[in-house]
Antibody, heavy 122, light 110 residues
Framework: QVHLVQSGAEVKKPGASVKVSCKTS????????MSWVRQAPGQGLEWMGW????????NYAQKFQGRVTMTTDTSTSTAYMELRSLRSDDTAVYYC???????????????WGQGTLVTVSS | QSVLTQPPSVSAAPGQKVTISCSGG????????VSWYQQLPGTAPELLIY???QRPSGIPDRFSGSKSGTSATLGITGLQTGDEADYYC???????????FGTGTKVTVL
C-alpha cells in the first residue's frame, strides 16, 4: 500500500523559512515524482511545484520561483518542500501529492499526504 | 488563464443528479487529460476521476467524467449525504508548464 506521511504542524514568524517533509512507502520512490499543493484557510487548492525523485529536476509555479526549494532523499524515500521569506498569506495546509500518468509531468495525483498546517504569525 | 473556472456551488436532493463544469482553454483542457478530486471537510483531496473519464478502483460508478472541447464535466448520480464535499478539476497547461486547479465547487445535498 502506498503511504505519504507528512511532518507536523509548524508556527513561523514572518520572514522565516519552513521545511515540510513527506515520507513515502509502498512504491519505488526513486522512479517517481512528487508535487506540492497548498490550501489557504477557506480557499481552493494551489499547485506549487514538482520534483523528479529520479534526477532531481524541478518545475516550480511562477508564483513561488525564488522562494521555494523542493528536494528528495532517495535513501529515506522522503520529499521535502522549503518555503522562505514567509508572509502571513503563506498560512495554509501544505500537501504532497504523487503524480501519475503517461505524460512526464503526470496526468493526475493518485495519492496525497495528510497535509501540514503552516501558520505564519508574528 | 491561470485557473480553471467552476461554479461555486451546486445542490440537489438525495437520489438526484448533479453536474459540475470546469472551463479552461486550448492550452490546458483542450489538449490534456482532466482529473477530478473530492475533498471532504478537514481531509486531503481524493482522486475521483483520472484521464478525463476513468475511475480508480473503489470509486463507485455514480461518479463520471467527460470532456468537450475546452470544458470538462463531473457527474454525480444517486446523490448521497456523504457526497457533500468540495470538488476540484485539475489539468496540465502546456503554455505555462504548470498544473491548473479549478476554483472548486461545493456540493450540497438538500
Amino acid at each position: 500500500q502506498v503511504h505519504l506521511v507528512q511532518s507536523g504542524a509548524e508556527v513561523k514568524k514572518p520572514g522565516a523559512s519552513v521545511k515540510v517533509s513527506c515520507k513515502t512507502s509502498g512504491y519505488t520512490f526513486g522512479a517517481s515524482a512528487m508535487s506540492w499543493v497548498r490550501q489557504a484557510p477557506g480557499q481552493g487548492l494551489e499547485w506549487m511545484g514538482w520534483i523528479s525523485a529520479y534526477n532531481g529536476n524541478t518545475n516550480y509555479a511562477q508564483k513561488f520561483q525564488g522562494r521555494v526549494t523542493m528536494t528528495t532523499d532517495t535513501s529515506t524515500s522522503t520529499a521535502y518542500m522549503e518555503l522562505r521569506s514567509l508572509r502571513s498569506d503563506d498560512t495554509a495546509v501544505y500537501y504532497c501529492a504523487r503524480p501519475q500518468g503517461s505524460s512526464w509531468w503526470g496526468d493526475y495525483f493518485d495519492y496525497w499526504g495528510q497535509g501540514t498546517l503552516v501558520t505564519v504569525s508574528s | 488563464q491561470s485557473v480553471l473556472t467552476q461554479p461555486p456551488s451546486v445542490s440537489a436532493a438525495p437520489g438526484q443528479k448533479v453536474t459540475i463544469s470546469c472551463s479552461g482553454g486550448s492550452s490546458n483542457i483542450g489538449n490534456n487529460y482532466v482529473s477530478w478530486y473530492q475533498q471532504l471537510p478537514g481531509t486531503a483531496p481524493e482522486l475521483l476521476i483520472y484521464d478525463t473519464d476513468q475511475r480508480p478502483s473503489g470509486i463507485p460508478d455514480r461518479f463520471s467524467g467527460s470532456k468537450s472541447g475546452t470544458s470538462a464535466t463531473l457527474g454525480i448520480t444517486g446523490l448521497q449525504t456523504g457526497d457533500e464535499a468540495d470538488y476540484y478539476c485539475v489539468t496540465w497547461d502546456l503554455r505555462l508548464s504548470a498544473y491548473l486547479f479549478g476554483t472548486g465547487t461545493k456540493v450540497t445535498v438538500l
